[in-house]
């Protein structure tokens, strides 16, 4: 496992220019030093009095008992999941944490994806970064010692650790058939994980995982350091501390090929209509879709003849919509 390259604060010239392109992971250091927030979580309680200075809002929040030692996961025959979600609030939650703070083993407690702009505004407009388009609005991470397994996000990605510190394990998007992921249905937060523990993996039950060791990339991010991580890198995050909060903000660099339909539908579709298929014919659609799809190579035919394989204009491109729908829908 190698360290994650970094580099100091940059602007949102450089980011686009040179980080955004390279596709691949790095740490900033010192990003949002300057942040009010993780100024205050410098000191003793300083975050959560930061925080309730800000409002409160309603909130859904992650319990779990204290033998998962924070592991947001599945249970152990995975008919379900490792910890509970409760109605509750922002205020709630810091009470929670700040009173199993001192406990040798406290429960888990976490808020996953809050949005700032709707729940605490005045956190966004107090801590701003500008490497991203300023609509995009931060999302708040907080917890206690929490623990996400590896999964990815079909999205580009900064996250910024304001308090405690945090733990990032990242392996390329080409290592996922090493990786042993879980169900597309049944996740435990909305996007399917790996079923391995990479911190203390299990080669017995899944051995390829060790040819994805010496491809997984890692880094410790303090308060004030941020994270690039890049679409579809799988991350494992491991908070270290008591108290800890991120914001990270998604975005898309790219428009989607084609509106309102996403790759995903694309690998669903593909599900359905090949995984079943017999071995010597699910081999010749792996062919078909090397060359046409990642190859995309159509050089060989006049180019006003290429048909989808060319370029595709706005008509055409809402005709074969239609016709997926219809296909779909018998």
């Given at each position: 496992?190698?360290?994650?390259?970094?580099?100091?604060?940059?602007?949102?010239?450089?980011?686009?220019?040179?980080?955004?392109?390279?596709?691949?992971p790095?740490?900033?250091?010192?990003l949002?030093a300057?942040?009010?927030?993780?100024?205050a979580?410098?000191?003793?309680?300083?975050?959560?009095?930061?925080?309730?200075?800000?409002?409160?809002?309603?909130?859904?929040?992650?319990?779990?008992?204290?033998?998962?030692?924070?592991r947001?996961?599945?249970?152990?025959?995975?008919?379900?999941?490792?910890?509970?979600?409760?109605?509750g609030?922002?205020?709630?939650l810091?009470?929670?944490?700040?009173?199993?703070?001192?406990?040798?083993?406290?429960?888990?407690?976490?808020?996953?994806?809050?949005?700032a702009q709707?729940?605490?505004?005045?956190?966004?407009?107090e801590?701003?970064?500008?490497?991203?388009d300023?609509?995009?609005?931060?999302?708040?991470?907080i917890?206690?010692r929490?623990v996400?397994?590896?999964?990815?996000d079909?999205?580009?990605?900064?996250?910024?650790?304001?308090?405690?510190?945090?733990?990032?394990?990242?392996?390329?998007p080409?290592?996922?058939?090493n990786?042993?992921?879980?169900?597309f249905?049944?996740t435990?937060?909305?996007?399917?994980?790996?079923l391995?523990?990479?911190?203390?993996?299990?080669l017995?039950?899944?051995?390829?995982?060790?040819d994805a060791?010496?491809?997984?990339?890692?880094?410790?991010?303090?308060?004030?350091?941020?994270i690039?991580?890049?679409?579809?890198?799988?991350?494992?995050?491991?908070?270290?501390?008591?108290?800890?909060?991120?914001?990270?903000?998604?975005?898309?660099?790219?428009?989607?090929?084609?509106?309102?339909?996403?790759?995903?539908?694309?690998?669903?579709?593909a599900?359905?209509?090949?995984?079943?298929?017999?071995?010597?014919?699910?081999?010749a659609?792996?062919?078909?879709?090397?060359q046409?799809?990642?190859?995309?190579?159509?050089?060989?035919?006049?180019?006003?003849?290429?048909?989808?394989r060319?370029?595709?204009g706005?008509?055409?491109?809402?005709?074969?919509?239609?016709?997926l729908?219809?296909?779909?829908?018998?």
């Open positions: 496992m190698r360290a994650i390259a970094q580099s100091g604060p940059i602007d949102r010239a450089r980011f686009e220019r040179e980080i955004l392109p390279a596709a691949r790095m740490v900033l250091r010192g949002a300057d942040w009010p927030a993780v100024r979580a410098q000191e003793p309680g300083g975050i959560a009095s930061y925080l309730r200075r800000l409002g409160d809002a309603p909130c859904d929040l992650i319990v779990g008992p204290p033998d998962i030692a924070g947001i996961f599945y249970n152990a025959d995975m008919s379900g999941l490792s910890f509970r979600k409760e109605p609030s922002l205020a709630t810091i009470d929670r944490i700040e009173a199993a703070a001192s406990l040798e083993a406290p429960p888990a407690l976490a808020v996953q994806s809050l949005a709707e729940a605490l505004p005045g956190f966004a407009a801590n701003a970064i500008d490497l991203v300023p609509a995009i609005g931060p999302r708040l991470w917890g206690n929490i996400v397994a590896t999964h990815h079909v999205m580009e990605n900064v996250a910024i650790v304001v308090a405690g510190r945090r733990r990032f394990t990242l392996f390329p080409e290592q996922m058939p990786l042993y992921v879980g169900p249905e049944f435990p937060a909305g996007t399917p994980v790996s391995v523990d990479p911190e203390s993996p299990d017995d039950r899944f051995p390829r995982f060790a060791l010496p491809h997984a990339e890692a880094a410790e991010l303090g308060p004030g350091d941020a690039f991580i890049p679409y579809m890198w799988w991350h494992h995050v491991r908070s270290l501390d008591p108290v800890s909060m991120l914001a990270n903000y998604w975005w898309s660099a790219t428009p989607p090929a084609q509106p309102g339909l996403a790759p995903i539908d694309a690998l669903v579709h599900l359905l209509a090949i995984k079943d298929l017999p071995a010597s014919q699910r081999e659609w792996r062919a078909m879709f090397q046409m799809v990642f190859d995309a190579d159509a050089g060989h035919i006049p180019e006003g003849r290429r048909g989808i060319g370029t595709v706005d008509a055409a491109k809402a005709n074969l919509r239609r016709q729908g219809a296909l779909m829908g018998r």
